[in-house]
């Protein structure tokens, strides 16, 4: 059974940092595509971050760029995202997702589209306050 569990989620005045983690579990990731999309209240989900299989490309939404950083590390089958700078409008359920077959189109658009990843964790809530 695959599992994508997510940690690191909490609460912090505007400006603070915060590093998610996504652990996998019941198969390897080291060949797909994974990535951060969030959920605020009463907002559809949006794409946040993604990170191609050997860390060689990263793709962020324009607006986390130069705030937040995704990184990974395969041996442990494990994805990051670390979040600098966080604003009010960063408050939201953080999801982690992977790809099940390679991303061969190494694109913007495939990385950032919700349709391409297969499996999903159940999500930690952040919250920036001003």
């Known amino acids: 059974q695959v599992q994508l569990v997510e940690s690191g989620g909490g609460s912090v005045q505007a400006g603070g940092s915060l590093r998610l983690t996504c652990a996998a579990s019941g198969r390897t990731f080291s060949s797909n595509t994974m990535g951060w999309f969030r959920q605020a209240p009463g907002k559809e989900r949006e794409f946040v971050a993604a990170?191609?299989?050997?860390?060689?490309?990263?793709y962020y939404a324009d607006s986390v760029k130069g705030r937040f950083t995704i990184s990974r590390d395969n041996a442990k089958n494990t994805v990051y995202l670390q979040m600098n700078s966080l604003k009010p409008e960063d408050t939201a359920v953080y999801y982690c997702?992977?790809?099940?077959?390679?991303?061969?189109?190494?694109?913007?658009?495939?990385?950032?589209?919700?349709?391409?990843?297969?499996?999903w964790g159940q999500g930690t809530q952040v919250t920036a306050s001003s």
């Open positions: 990170i191609s299989w050997n860390g060689g490309r990263t």
């Open positions: 997702a992977a790809q099940a077959k390679f991303d061969y189109s190494g694109s913007y658009d495939w990385a950032r589209s919700e349709v391409r990843y297969d499996y």
